[in-house]
Structure formats: structure tokens, C-alpha cells
């Protein structure tokens, strides 16, 4: 009789523990994506805004000297 509550409550710390883990590491990989989605957004979007005003204003100037080579 004691073997097998002992079996019952190993499973069951068992089950509660797998659990734990995967309820951890649903935590932890919701942290680090946000870390990685603050650093594109702090980070990588400014550059990527500067980049586009530079490719705007090489078109507008390339424009005007087409333009103005007419």
C-alpha cells in the first residue's frame, strides 16, 4: 500500500514540476523576445528612417540634375 502512494505522489510532484519548467520557459522566452523587439525598435528603426531620407534626397537630387541636363 505504501508503494504505491508513494508512486501516486512522485507522479504527481512530477507532472506539477513539468509544468513549472514549461511555464518558466514560456516566461523567459517572452522576455527575451521583448528585449530583442526593444532593441529593433530603439535601435534598428532610427537607422533604418535615416537610411530612407538618404535614398530620398540621392533620387531628388539625381531628378534635378536630370532635369536640369535636359
Known amino acids: 500500500m505504501k508503494t ?3 508512486i501516486r ?3 504527481g510532484k512530477a507532472s506539477i514540476s513539468s509544468l513549472n519548467l514549461k511555464k ?3 516566461v523567459v522566452v517572452i ?3 521583448a528585449i530583442i523587439g526593444m532593441v529593433f525598435w530603439v ?3 532610427p ?3 535615416g537610411a530612407s531620407w538618404v535614398i530620398s534626397l ?3 537630387i ?3 540634375t536630370w532635369l536640369l541636363t535636359l
Open 47 to 49: 537607422i533604418l528612417k
Open 24 to 26: 518558466a520557459s514560456k
Open 58 to 60: 540621392i533620387t531628388a
Open 4 to 6: 504505491e502512494d508513494n
Open 43 to 45: 535601435f534598428i528603426r
Open 9 to 11: 505522489i512522485r507522479r
Open 31 to 33: 522576455i527575451i523576445g
Open 62 to 64: 539625381l531628378l534635378l
